[in-house]
């Protein structure tokens, strides 16, 4: 979960202290507590590789992969994905519907599950839970602490910035112990698909007024979690209840012996945190861990050969190429043209990229709907490149092309190979390419969000199944990345939210689609498919295309 946008909110309290000591996880062979990460003919303990600690426990403030990844485990939601998809299915809630208007959702809530700290599962607990999201206030309105409520609701209860827009959500009401109905102020198609979100985890009432789960002070910049929840305490339904957290060290999950669900066959999940991506393939190959995420493509050939298995996760991500248009010579539109001709897409993606990654055509992956098969295409034509700079009427165009260090992401495994390749290609067209490079937070995301970058490379991978959360995230308001949006294309992306039918829908991200890349605020050129490694006798790890990834479908095989 990785990206611009999301990427740019993750240093959350502690994340300094956090970051800073994640690579000692990699240090030590053996668990304080006796347990064994080592016993590769099963058990009922796996330790996981994870490239940082989680920043909080608590997913109402958090927006980033590791995080998000120990609470689902944790936590539940009230629906989710289907494994290894994007389809809505049953969570916490067996059925749901809407009324005509598509503002009032009823949702009808499994029986006879409880927190794990004894504390009953109703309707009321979802309406706590909803109610005290929408009256967050303070630092907890920080787009960085409470991204995703932002994300799917808009707005609060009481909203501090006045160009915060009007929530979403209007309220919700208990009608009994197991009917929630959630109020909304407008119809909003990508409304369920967001509740999936592990940000919108239902958390025990109890704990969370106990246990302080409000107080955060400091600056939205950087928060400070005051209360015991989220670091200390987490409390949920999910399979798995917390039992330690040690920052740099390890966090360490039991089995909930009262789950409502199937029991999970692992008693014991233990992420340690390995910041390094080589250090992650060590403790592999010592048996120190029993699995990775953000495999190195490098890495894919010597460890199948060695006999780990290599998952693949469903491609839904873009990587592209970012294209500021209010800045000069980029607002031309044939110079943004010439730059599409001029880069070798369909190379860079055979060069640098694993196999199963595909050449992308615009900004969203083809598994989702809207997806246009007739979007204009810029095939590579450095003549045709040439061309368009002669009739853009800039003589020897000269631009900034920003790319990042310090990072690696799915959709962009090694940032300066990337931007060499393209450097190279337009540089072969007749541009001039000033190189810029910074640190990727906050240097990098800094110079992006603010409009400082002209071109950049950056990417998107998707939270849940839904257009808008790409094309609709990306362009449905001006943003200082992108230069203006033309209104027209502001309009479908808005319209496309807001319709509930979903051939309606598509027609319409199709459309935006097509005016996007004529607009051509950017160049798509990469989905990738990331990879994870386990150990040869770890099975049914489902890889998610939205990393909705359940380990206590996991076991370990004779």
Not at 91 to 120: M, N, P
Not at 276 to 300: F, K, N, S, T, W
Request: proline share 7%; aromatic share 12%; glycine share 10%.
């Amino acid at each position: 979960m990785r990206n611009l946008r999301r990427q740019g909110v993750v240093a959350l309290g502690l994340a300094g202290l956090l970051v800073g000591t994640a690579a000692c996880g990699g240090d030590s062979g053996t668990n304080d507590d006796g347990a064994s990460g080592s016993d590769e003919g099963g058990g009922d303990t796996l330790v996981f590789g994870a490239s940082a600690d989680p920043v909080s426990l608590d997913p109402a403030y958090v927006s980033d992969g590791e995080s998000l990844r120990a609470a689902r485990q944790i936590y539940e939601t009230l629906v989710t994905t289907e494994a290894g998809g994007t389809d809505i299915v049953e969570g916490l809630a067996t059925k749901w519907e809407a009324d005509e208007a598509g503002t009032a959702w009823t949702f009808t809530l499994r029986d006879g599950v409880t927190f794990h700290d004894g504390t009953e599962f109703d309707a009321e607990a979802v309406c706590f839970n909803f109610d005290r999201w929408y009256n967050f206030e303070g630092v907890q309105q920080s787009p960085s602490v409470s991204y995703y409520w932002q994300t799917v609701f808009t707005g609060f209860a009481n909203n501090e910035d006045p160009e915060q827009g009007e929530s979403l959500y209007a309220s919700c009401e208990a009608t009994d112990a197991t009917t929630a109905v959630i109020n909304l102020t407008g119809p909003s198609a990508s409304f369920l698909p967001g509740l999936a979100l592990a940000a919108f985890s239902i958390a025990s009432p109890t704990a969370l007024e106990e246990f302080g789960a409000d107080e955060v002070t400091g600056t939205g910049e950087e928060p400070r979690f005051d209360g015991a929840y989220g670091l200390e305490e987490a409390v949920g339904t999910g399979p798995y209840t917390l039992e330690s957290f040690e920052p740099g060290n390890r966090l360490v999950m039991t089995a909930y012996e009262d789950y409502w669900g199937d029991a999970p066959a692992i008693e014991t999940i233990i992420f340690r945190p390995i910041a390094d991506g080589p250090a992650r393939r060590q403790a592999l190959e010592a048996g120190e861990i029993q699995g990775y995420d953000l495999v190195d493509p490098a890495d894919y050939e010597a460890l199948e050969g060695a006999g780990y298995q290599l998952l693949s996760r469903p491609a839904f991500n873009v990587g592209y190429v970012g294209i500021n248009t209010a800045k000069p010579p980029l607002d031309n539109p044939q110079i943004r043209q010439a730059i599409a001709h001029a880069l070798n897409r369909e190379a860079l993606v055979q060069a640098q990229y694993p196999e199963g990654s595909e050449v992308a055509t615009q900004f969203m992956p083809p598994e989702l709907f809207g997806h246009a098969d007739d979007v204009t295409e810029y095939e590579y034509d450095v003549e045709k490149a040439k061309a368009l700079i002669a009739e853009s009427g800039v003589a020897n165009p000269t631009i900034e092309f920003w790319y990042p260090t310090g990072v690696s992401r799915p959709y962009m495994p090694n940032p300066e190979a990337n931007f060499q390749a393209f450097q190279a290609d337009l540089e072969a067209a007749g541009f001039t390419v000033t190189p810029q490079s910074a640190p990727w937070n906050p240097d990098y995301l800094d110079a992006v969000n603010t409009g400082a970058a002209g071109l950049y490379l950056l990417g998107w991978t998707g939270d849940f199944g839904d257009p808008d959360n790409f094309i609709g995230t990306f362009f449905r308001t001006d943003q200082p990345s992108w230069g203006t949006i033309p209104q027209e294309i502001q309009d479908q992306l808005e319209a496309g939210r807001t319709e509930t039918d979903e051939a309606a829908r598509t027609a319409l991200y199709e459309d935006a689609n097509r005016a996007i890349m004529e607009q051509l605020p950017g160049v798509p050129y990469v989905h990738t498919s990331p990879r994870l490694v386990f150990a040869e006798n770890v099975v049914g790890y489902e890889p998610s295309p939205v990393s909705i990834e359940d380990f206590a479908r996991v076991s370990f095989s004779d």
